[in-house]
């Protein structure tokens, strides 16, 4: 294409490239070509091109920070059951502690993970629902519109605080949306099950009283 003197914007649309990628490509593949005595002409070689990128592409390779005396310093102090941590703030190695242990999970120490005498604790991994999931019961976004309104009592919010890992307690307070009458109660079990079994409990006691009325009325 350059041979049949299309412009660099011409060559990028057809090749589907930006201008400037042609441009830099261009730049690095031109060089003199001798066409006569003392004469000389640009021209672009796409080998002399690759060249330079291969050339270019190993200077800027950052070369190893990891030498043999460095390397057998970190294998004694590990030998010795110190952490990467100690050999970097008690022992005065010269490197960071996040390097150490990137040589030993990349086995540049002749280590593995499983040499680790304090290995660091991996970051959690955020669980995220499937797909596929289907909730148990209706969604809260499909409640009435009415129980926006807050009109009428009856109608609960649900909050649950788990106060110890240890103990799993769990404090179960509901609220209601019109009068914010809230009611507590503490269980010694923090689940999905228990938590409707105390809503229905409440639930019942909080009507009981409005039955016992509409009975004595008969």
């Not at 350059?2 to 090749?15: G, M, P, Q, V």
């Not at 796409?46 to 270019?56: K, L, R, V």
């Not at 269980?187 to 016992?212: A, T």
Request: charged residues 25%; hydrophobic residues 35%.
């Amino acid at each position: 294409m350059e041979k049949e003197w299309k412009a660099n914007r011409e060559i990028a649309s057809l090749l589907g490239k930006t201008p400037q990628t042609i441009h830099t490509e261009i730049k690095r593949g031109t060089v003199l070509q001798c066409i006569g005595k003392g004469r000389f002409k640009e021209i672009y070689s796409a080998d002399y091109a690759q060249q330079s990128y291969e050339n270019n592409c190993k200077r800027s390779v950052k070369k190893s920070i990891l030498t043999k005396e460095l390397k057998e310093k970190i294998l004694h102090y590990h030998n010795q059951k110190f952490s990467p941590e100690m050999m970097v703030k008690a022992k005065g190695v010269n490197v960071g502690i996040s390097t150490i242990y990137y040589w030993i999970h990349h086995e540049k120490l002749g280590l593995t993970k499983q040499d680790l005498l304090y290995p660091r604790k991996g970051k959690s991994v955020k669980k995220q629902a499937s797909a596929n999931f289907k909730p148990a019961g209706q969604s809260i976004e499909q409640k009435p519109e009415a129980i926006n309104l807050r009109l009428e009592n009856g109608h609960y919010e649900i909050n649950t605080v788990l106060l110890t890992r240890a103990k799993n307690y769990c404090l179960l307070i509901l609220t209601d949306r019109r009068s914010r009458n809230q009611i507590h109660r503490l269980s010694d079990v923090c689940s999905k099950e228990r938590i409707y079994y105390d809503y229905l409990i409440f639930y019942v006691l909080s009507i009981l009283p409005i039955f016992l009325v509409f009975f004595k009325a008969f």
